[in-house]
């Protein structure tokens, strides 16, 4: 039974990881501090679910905690380390950003570290689609220069990614980094849009539209996300027989980085209106001047993924949507136990 450790597995796209994983057979020790950047009722329920399943265990407690961390990976013994665990959100980070430093950058090195102490066969870690910050070359394709990050959240993914390629040098660490493209889906995050523009619309609140609506983004179903990501797990960077055609192997490491995006740009007018339709009720519109440190458009080039893995996201937008709706609804109506926490 392949073991794999995972950070961030109270987190949205760790808990859809850790549930794939262990639907696909495997052992999971999860590993997340629980921090309050959230509601932290939501971290606890995925915890909660994932615990039901006998191959499944947790540590709670920080990456900065090098002991706990240590301790964990190496009673554990993993073959694998998805490291997901962050200070994740664009507009946080220009409020404390040093959060981010300390989750990010601390963080993510002590991973690192007890990956290769612990000789991981594979290292894989989450970066972002911020990491292009800037750029206007679309869609943004992994071979690009992404060296224009536009806020901290994106400084230290990128500094994530410099880091991870040295430790892949210097210790013949095979390393993967993901760059994920604004993800969405069941069980996802209340500072996002989807979650925010869902509870509106159903409670009849306004909600605030950046850029007078004037955005694009390449939105990334959260089934098709961890495919991806399974997927990738089985593809081990190697030496320069292991590129295919526009690859980003680094020429002296085991290490790439790859997008994992919808390659489909939507306009945020019309993914207000899928959730219009899917709820069923007009949103009232809060036009706002576009936030400082966002950008106004992503969109993958997931050409890569597909060559290496074979797959590619699919997921058409409505179909994800009306997923996201129906589950808000069962939780927050249906079960009468949170009310959904007030937006950040
Ligand atoms: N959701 C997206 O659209 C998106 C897009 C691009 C990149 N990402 C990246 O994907 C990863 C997962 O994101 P998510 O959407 O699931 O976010 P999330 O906030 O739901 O999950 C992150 C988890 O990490 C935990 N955590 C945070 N800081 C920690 C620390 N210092 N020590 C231990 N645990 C800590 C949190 O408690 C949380 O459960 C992150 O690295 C994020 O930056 C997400």
């Not at 262990?22 to 309050?36: N, R």
């Not at 090098?66 to 554990?76: H, K, P, S, V």
């Not at 073959?79 to 981010?100: F, K, M, T, W």
């Not at 970066?127 to 690009?144: I, K, L, W």
Request: net charge negative.
């Amino acid at each position: 039974m392949t073991r794999i450790f995972v950070t961030g597995t109270a987190g949205f796209i760790g808990f859809h990881l850790a549930r794939l994983l262990l639907a696909e057979g495997c052992s999971v020790h999860g590993f997340d501090g629980m921090t309050d950047y959230y509601d932290v009722r939501l971290k606890q329920r995925r915890h909660a679910m994932l615990r039901q399943n006998q191959h499944f265990a947790a540590t709670e407690a920080m990456l900065e905690d090098t002991d706990a961390l240590n301790r964990a990976i190496d009673d554990f013994a993993p073959d694998v380390i998805v490291h997901l665990a962050a200070q994740a959100g664009v507009r946080y980070s220009l409020e404390n950003p040093q959060a981010y430093i300390s989750a990010n950058i601390q963080g993510t090195f002590n991973v690192m570290e007890a990956a290769r102490r612990c000789r991981a066969r594979h290292l894989l870690m989450a970066s972002t689609s911020s990491v292009y910050g800037a750029n206007t070359e679309m869609p943004f394709a992994e071979t690009q220069k992404a060296d224009t990050p536009l806020t901290i959240y994106a400084a230290t993914k990128k500094a994530n990614e410099a880091m991870g390629h040295s430790y892949a040098h210097l210790h013949d660490l095979p390393t993967t980094m993901f760059r994920f493209f604004t993800v969405y889906g069941p069980w996802g995050r209340p500072d996002m849009a989807l979650f925010k523009f869902t509870k509106g619309i159903l409670e009849g609140t306004p909600i605030d539209v950046y850029n007078q609506g004037e955005m694009w983004r390449d939105f990334t179903y959260v089934d098709d996300l961890v495919r991806g990501i399974h997927g990738l797990m089985g593809v081990v960077p190697g030496g320069p027989e292991t590129a295919v055609e526009g690859d980003s192997l680094s020429p002296v490491a085991p290490f790439r980085v790859v997008n994992i995006g919808n390659s489909e740009k939507v306009r945020l007018m019309d993914f207000i209106e899928a959730i219009e339709s899917e709820v069923g009720r007009d949103a009232i519109r809060n036009y706002m001047p576009m936030q400082a440190g966002d950008v106004p458009a992503t969109w993958a080039d997931a050409t890569l993924l597909q060559r290496l893995t074979g797959y590619r996201p699919q997921t058409p937008l409505r179909d994800g949507v009306a997923q996201f709706v129906a589950w808000y609804r069962d939780y927050y109506d249906g079960q009468q136990h949170d009310a959904p926490p007030p937006p950040r």
